[in-house]
């Protein structure tokens, strides 16, 4: 069983940056693919970025060029960097760990979920 424990949400004013931490318990992370989504209230849950096990990025559209993810197998921690906020990214951040190496944009392909990270942007 893994456990994830999202932390660096806050609140921040538009334009503004914050780094998201995902640490790891109870599996290495090297070996799997992991993923951070979001979900706003009355919305549903929106793939937000992923990274594979050999440390290849992915990005939903929206987030190319403002988020970065990474991850740091030694600390068995991910990380979510996201710059020029705006209000619209206004949403609980939740990190994912998948099932394999390999991972996509669905929310299914995700077996282990944090309790989330909250991230308030004000205009």
């Known amino acids: 069983q893994v456990q994830l424990v999202e932390s660096g949400g806050g609140l921040v004013q538009a334009g503004g940056s914050l780094r998201l931490s995902c640490a790891a318990s109870?599996?290495?992370?090297?070996?799997?693919?992991m993923g951070w989504f979001r979900q706003a209230p009355g919305k549903e849950r929106d793939f937000v970025a992923g990274i594979w096990s050999s440390g290849t990025p992915y990005y939903a559209d929206s987030m190319k060029g403002r988020f970065t993810i990474s991850r740091d197998n030694a600390k068995n921690t991910v990380y979510l960097q996201m710059n020029n906020l705006k209000p619209e990214d206004t949403a609980v951040y939740y990190c994912?760990?998948?099932?394999?190496?390999?991972?996509?944009?669905?929310?299914?392909?995700?077996?282990?979920w944090g309790q989330g990270t909250q991230v308030t942007v004000s205009s």
């Open positions: 109870g599996r290495t992370l090297d070996r799997y693919a």
């Open positions: 994912a760990c998948a099932a394999g190496i390999y991972s996509g944009t669905v929310a299914g392909e995700f077996p282990y």
